[in-house]
């Protein structure tokens, strides 16, 4: 009997004698790179990348992942051995990404503005006992990593939310995109203390994080038309900052208006009850001067018989 295995399964656990018989496997030489990317200068900049090779899988061991300038080769900006890479990038690059999971991601910190690439990655099979590595390497030169340099931090957004309340619980919004996840910045505000501060990370699009840090407090009194800056400190140091102005609506405002109300009700139901008093009083009166009227009429009436 000739066992059933089906073709895919040759391809995947291949030896090279078969990869040539099973050349259309899925997978090709591809790299998945951010093309253009904004980064501050002294901050540090993460280049997301992902990779795909023919064959089969292999582990972080068997490959080494290199990052080179465009069309030079020899100028290499990260590789595991540091002494191939170029002066003024050494200790500043770092392979964040694992290769045995197909991810090239690279960081790297301390951006100088002369950092602006194009930033090619490159891989290379290793044998397995020598390190050496074999004839399978591929640069992706097609899908390179340009940066644009920012020399000003960009400035922190606020938001606020609805109205700001005496006694009731606040919250005001600060976030700042940046392309370091890996240091994200830092947000000091000008009230609160740490506790009342939720900090978040979202990304946004490829490569391009923002960072949120969100603050709620409960507003006095003495906080109507003070300001609240928020600062973002950027790695590298770099720092920017937004202040926005607080109104905070008094809860005081509403005994203004159940004080009047009171009064008028109070007024009119004090009216009221002397009113009624009066109009008895005079009932009184009438009912007696009615009866006073009749017993004169009577003797009127006998009289004039008379
Ligand atoms: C690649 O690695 C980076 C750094 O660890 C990680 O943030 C990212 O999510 C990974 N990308 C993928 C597609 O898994």
Redesign the pocket.
Known sequence: QIPSVRLDDHCKFSTPFVLILCPTTEEQWKASVVKSIEALVDSCV?L???FTYPGSFLSTSRLRGIWHRKDKWNEIFYHEDTTSVLDNFKGRTKM???LG???C?LEIVQVKNHDIGPFCFRIEFVKKDTNQPTTEKFSFVEECAEIKMLEEPPQPELIQSNTAVQGKPYAVTCSVRHTC??HVPVFTWSRGSEDDIIQIQKPIVSGIWETQSIMVFIPGENDDHTEITCSATFNGGRRSSTSIKLNVKRTGNIYHLIIPVAVAIGTAVIFGVFCIAVMKKYKNRIAELQSREGSMFNRLSRMSRR
């Open positions: 993460v997301p990348c992902t964040l990404g694992n999971q197909n991810n991601t996840p890996s």
